[in-house]
Each structure stands twice: as C-alpha cells, then as structure tokens.
C-alpha cells in the first residue's frame, strides 16, 4: 500500500479543477451559463466543471407551491431554458455540469434534460441525487403539515456520478458548497476523512455559490470597484489537491476579485466560527487570504474535522395569508395624521396578527414632493385568508375621502397571498439514504461518513463585552468608515459580518482589535435597537479581521413570513455601517 506522503504527492501531481458557477439564485443572469462556457481565463484555460446554485429556503417553499399545482414541477425551470441554449457548447468544451436545480424533483429534471438533450440530437450522460426529500416521512420524523422537508446532502453523491462518468449531475437539496465539494471529490480522490481539504471545498465554494456576490456584487466597498459598464463577471476556483484554492473570474469580465471582496462572500450567511457541512466541519478561523496577482485571490491553510452527527433539514410550512396596504403621508402633521388614520382603521383589524410600520419624517421645507412625504405601512396576516382580503382592502379604500389630507396609496388593493413559515430542523443520518441514479439507471446508495463528532456553536464566541477607556475614544464617525458589511438571512435569524478594509493600511491590526472590542452584544443591540429583547451572538474571525454577529429572530418566522421592511436582512449591514460610533483618532 502506498504511504501517506506517497499518496499525497501522487495527488499534488493532478492539475488544479477549474470550477465556476453561473448562478446564486433563482431568477439569476440567464445569460451566465453561455458566458461561462465561452470565457477563458488570462492564461487561456477554460472550465473543468460548472456548477449553479437555484435554491435557498424561500426557493424551497416557491417549488413546494407548484408541486401543488403540478407534481411534475418542483424543480428550477430557467435552468431547463440555459441547457436548451448551451449544452452542445458544454459537451463539445468537455465541461460537466452540476446543479441543485432539481429542487423537489430532480428525477423529473433529469428526465426533462434528456428529452431537451434528444430536441438538440445530442446524448449526454445525465444523472441525479435523491434522498432528501422527506416530504412522505413527515409526520414520523416530526413535521407533520410540512409543504416541504428537505435534508441538505454532502457532495460525496455528486462525486460518484461524475466518477461513473456523468457530463451532467442534478440534485434536491444539497448544501450551496456541495456542488463544489463533489466535483472536488471525483477530481482529487479526496476520502471522507480528508478533513482539511474537504474543508477548503467547502470555503472555496462557499465563495463562489452566490456568483457575482464574490467579484463585488452587494459589496459595500462598490466605489472601489471598475465600474466601466461591463457586467459583473461571475466567479470560478483554481481548486488544488490540498484544498487550497485561487478565486478568479474569467478575462474581459467586470468587477474585480479582492480580499475584501472575497471576505464579504466569506461572511455572508454564516454562523458561529464552525461551519457545519454533512462531508465535513469547516474552521472558519484558520482560513487565510493573500492576494497573489490582479483578481486573483488565495484561500488557504483551511482546517477541518469530522461532520456533524445529524443533518439539518429545511421545513416549510404554510402559515396562512397576508395583506398590506401602504398610504402616504405628506407635509405637516405627519404623526397626527398617522394616528388618525390608524384609529379610522382599527374596527376593521381583526386579522390574528397587525403590524404597522411608518418611515422616517420628512425634512421641513422640502423642495419637491415625494421629499416633503413618508410611507405609513400596515401589514395584516391570519390563518384565513377573509380577515385580509376584502374586509381590510376595502375600510382602507372607503377612507379615501374621509381621511387625513392628501390620502392616497402606493398601489391598489391586493388579494390575500399565502405566506410560508420556515424553520430549520435537524435528523439522524439513518433517516437519509442518501442515493445516486446514475445515467444507466443504477442506484447507489451513498454511505455516511462513520466518524462523527458533537458540533461546537460556541466555538470563537465573543465571552463578554469590553469597552477601550472613554479617554482613548476622541471622534464620532459611522461605523462604515474603515469597516464592511455584508448582511443576510439564516431562517428568522439575521446574519451581518462587519471587517476592517485590508487597504494595506499599517493601521489594519489596530483597527481589527479596535472592531474586535467594540462589537460586543451589548454594543449590538445600541447599533441595532430592534435587536434589544433577542438573543445576540458574536463570533471573532480575526484571520478575516472581523467578528460575525447573528441576532437570532430578527426576521421572525423567515424572509416570507416577516412583516419587516428588510425582511432578508439585505440591507441590514448598510444600515450598522452608517451608524455613529466612537473611534480613537489614531485609528482615522
């Protein structure tokens, strides 16, 4: 048998898997799949794999309502329209395809892609995973009433097709950095205890799962980018056999690769310093970034250990139906007006739950219009869809000449929409058979890893608060000034990760202890008032140099059901970011 130190320079010998991805969500940049296929990067070289990411939790639930419609649908349609259009290109480059697109039904989607495939006179070799979806099992394993229950899958499933020889893979629900992991697997011929470089998978594609999020897209250090009317290019990795990885993007392409820009990806959704992945537990706190040429980003020395126990699951559930009307309200008396109004309301609020929200009151002497006005916003929501339908549509209608000055509304009255309510839950791996149909129509069960541990969420949280001494603090500035942001959903919890620019500045270490000690959980909930009554945690990366904050039930009962302005929590880091705070002049 060969030594370690054989095996593993018989794997350092393969080239690096060029891997890119053409999409983060459903209703991406159509386009992406060509331009991916097309491009070429500075030396020349082309793609090995591509990968698209179409799902996340509210995708699930709007794939849950058209299997209501249609059994035969559940998975991403666009997906089907980008094959159409590029999957002779992607066979003729010899590019393997790997996509989540399956949703709820990837079964069909391979089905699907093969009676396109036979449209174009083509014969791909087209395969799928399964085994997630734990919709049949519900009431036994605990979500009884669920429109969907999907456990998220590792990438070992993937790396077996595309091992059997597969040119395009489809899945349920996998997690984001499995498309990555597994075509990683199949190329590298990494085992399931190849922790480190499984670990290096999963950040290289947590990276690029949201496309063009990682080469300056919602970045809030935009200013810095070329903004030279190109189109933001999505991402791809140099993977290596140890796990290391090069970020790029394809020559000729907008917006650029930086650390920064790398670091916003990295924090985006996260939650504690232990990322959990069913192949894998990343340590996000040894992850270390070096830029290594014009858009070219190393990531490496990434650490892993053993998976988690159990798997999580996405459960989405129908919560009953919502209603909002929103009203304007324009020069004097703003909150009187508001209050008048809402009274004039109240009789017909019967829904089980109301919430009213108002903007900020508008300058005096505003020179236009919509400069001198607010937005006044009730939302309604109940098990039945007639406490919100006409009812309420109707007694705000009626008080359009019986009301404040200047009554009117954004939009027309709507009808009643359903609303879903997400929750994250969690099974033993024995409920999961996690299962390969390969293109010849074999089934392959895919085994679970046998070494397992305990998953770890306090790792690298923040034990107190601690302020520098009031004489040190001699300036007031928005936290912004020298620090990003990048902010999301995880579920009714919000994610925002705050750190230091890397401008090179030889004032990086200071600033990066200074945001360490400011961003405690009592400093969260100052910056965050709405976060007063919730559970805060604060995690320090300071390879990354910065902390990541999750402020547990901020958005409710997830991005659906929230009645808040931001009910993904998009904006919530450019929010804290524009937030004053004392910083020491020697840090300015």
Known sequence: MDSV?????????????????????????????REMLEGRQEDGHGLDVLTGDYLAELTMLILGRDTMKDPALGYARTFVRQ????????????????SNAGGLNP?????????????????PAVAHVEGDDLRSRSAELGFEGALTANAYLGGFGIAAALAAGADVVVTGRVTDASLVVGPAVAHHGWTPTSYDELAGAVVAGHVLECGTQATGGNFSGFRTLPHDGRPLGFPLAELAADG???????????????????TAQLMYEIQSTRYLNPDVTTHLDTVALREVGH?????SGVRGGPPPERLKVCVNELGGFRNTVELVLTGLDIDAKADWVREQLAPALTAQEVSWTRTALPPPDADTEEGASCLLRCTVKDERPDPVGRAFTSAAVELALASYPGFTMTAPPAQPAPYGVYRAAYVERGAVTHTVVHADGRREVIADPTDLAEADHESGRRPSSYAAPADTLTRRVPLGTFVHARSGDKGGDANLGLWV???????YDARVTWLAKLISERMVRELVPEAADLEVEVHVLPNLGGVNVLIRGLLGDGVAASTRFDPQAKGLGEWVRSRMVHVQEGLL
């Open 5 to 33: 130190a054989e095996v593993r320079a018989q794997r350092a010998s393969k080239p690096a898997l060029r891997i890119g991805n053409c999409s983060g969500f459903y209703g991406d940049r159509l386009s992406a799949m």
């Open 501 to 507: 620019v890397n401008d090179g500045s030889g004032k």
């Open 83 to 98: 094959l159409e259009d590029t999957l002779g290109l992607a066979l003729e480059r010899g590019v393997r395809i790997v």
């Open 244 to 262: 290391s990885c090069v970020v790029t993007k394809q020559a000729g392409t907008g917006g650029a690769v930086t650390v920064d820009t790398v």
């Open 295 to 299: 858009d070219r980003v190393e990531i």
């Open 107 to 123: 079964a069909g989607l391979a089905d699907r892609i093969r009676e396109v495939a036979r449209g174009l006179g083509l014969d």
